[in-house]
């Protein structure tokens, strides 16, 4: 895992319970096991960044997953409060977003906790990556 050395923040804590996550724009649903999470090459441990990339989706993550850029921004339209709430860091960089909303979150930096499913939307710059036939 990549780690921004200007971050002091301890990375959030993993998924404690199973849970679904469904990408609204094509229905498409990703099941996520505490026990069996992806390896974390770009972003937290356990993130929806890791989530959606095992899942072979190829979400735009420009600086590695390091809270560094905004690409992998997503829309947490359900679930969005089983995330811990973004550090400063994430917030300064979705301040910097296009297309912000006050359900927007760096997909590299949000982890859900498992206590509810959650579901997101990706912006319009990522939609090439979920296939409508799904
Ligand atoms: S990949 Fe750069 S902030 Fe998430």
């Known amino acids: 895992m990549g780690r921004n050395p200007y971050i002091d923040a301890p990375p959030p804590p993993l ?6 996550l ?5 229905g498409q649903v990703i099941s996520v096991d505490p026990d ?8 937290h441990p356990g993130s929806l960044l890791t989530v ?4 072979g989706l ?3 993550h420009a600086c590695g ?4 850029c905004s690409t992998c921004h997503v829309y947490v339209e359900s679930g969005f409060d089983s995330a811990p709430e973004p550090i400063d860091e994430e ?5 910097n977003a296009p297309a912000l909303r006050d359900t927007s979150r760096l997909a590299c930096q949000c982890v859900p906790d498992g206590s ?6 990706l912006p319009s710059w990522n939609r090439n990556e979920v296939k409508e036939d799904h």
């Open 15 to 20: 998924p404690t319970k199973a849970y679904s």
């Open 22 to 26: 469904t990408i609204a724009n094509n």
């Open 36 to 43: 069996d999470l992806p390896p974390a090459h770009d972003g």
């Open 52 to 55: 959606l990339l095992a899942a």
């Open 58 to 60: 190829d979400i735009d």
């Open 65 to 68: 997953g390091v809270c560094a």
């Open 91 to 95: 917030e300064d960089m979705l301040d």
């Open 116 to 121: 509810v499913d959650v579901v997101i939307e």
